[in-house]
């Protein structure tokens, strides 16, 4: 066994977060213990959209992600289900009703971004869509809505009137 040299380098990579990262993720640790604890309901599009925004927006690959709800639409949870690249995610339905059921969730708003920007829906975003609703509605879980979150703007397909 040779001892070790002086003379060997380690490399070891330390990520320093900004001190305005560290306020950000504070205040997120903050709203989500309130969010639980205060039993704030999730039933506002502008509710959801001001969560996801601080979750989300500034993401720069493509995440899928699921808000279980209880059934008075109170968050039980936050899952990032998926994680893609810079311009696609696969999703697998399957996977979702797995999750739905081992949450007991009575409803679910699913959402994922586009860090393009660019917040209209693709026809394979909208095929997803029926698809999962579908799939969640033969275990009882209501789907509410489908979110795209591209930066700051949100667009609902509820509101949209895409369900």
Same mark, same amino acid.
């Given at each position: 066994?040779?001892?070790?040299?002086?003379?060997?380098? !380690?490399?070891?990579?330390t990520?320093?977060?900004?001190?305005?990262d560290?306020v +950000?993720?504070?205040?997120?640790?903050?709203?989500?213990?309130?969010?639980?604890?205060?039993?704030i309901?999730?039933?506002?599009?502008?509710?959801?959209?001001d969560? *996801?925004?601080?979750?989300m927006?500034?993401?720069?690959?493509?995440?899928?992600?699921?808000?279980?709800?209880?059934?008075?639409n109170?968050? +039980?949870?936050?899952?990032?289900?998926?994680?893609?690249?810079?311009?696609?995610?696969?999703?697998?339905?399957r996977?979702?009703?797995?999750?739905?059921?081992?949450?007991n969730?009575?409803? &679910? +708003?699913?959402?994922?971004?586009?860090?393009?920007?660019?917040?209209?829906?693709s026809?394979?975003?909208?095929?997803?869509?029926?698809?999962?609703? !579908?799939?969640?509605?033969?275990?009882? &879980?209501?789907? *509410?809505?489908?979110? +795209?979150?591209?930066?700051?703007?949100?667009?609902?397909?509820?509101?949209?009137?895409?369900?």
């Amino acid at each position: 066994m040779k001892a070790k040299s002086e003379d060997s380098a !380690t490399y070891s990579v330390t990520h320093e977060k900004s001190s305005d990262d560290k306020v +950000i993720m504070q205040a997120i640790k903050i709203i989500e213990s309130r969010l639980r604890f205060a039993s704030i309901s999730m039933s506002s599009p502008i509710a959801v959209k001001d969560w *996801l925004r601080l979750h989300m927006a500034t993401l720069e690959h493509e995440v899928f992600g699921v808000l279980w709800l209880d059934s008075q639409n109170r968050l +039980i949870e936050y899952q990032e289900l998926f994680r893609g690249t810079i311009n696609k995610t696969s999703v697998y339905p399957r996977e979702v009703v797995k999750e739905a059921l081992a949450r007991n969730a009575a409803a &679910c +708003i699913l959402a994922h971004n586009h860090p393009s920007g660019a917040v209209e829906p693709s026809r394979a975003d909208e095929l997803l869509t029926g698809t999962l609703k !579908t799939s969640l509605a033969l275990v009882d &879980c209501k789907f *509410l809505d489908h979110m +795209i979150v591209g930066g700051i703007n949100i667009m609902s397909f509820a509101e949209r009137g895409l369900l």
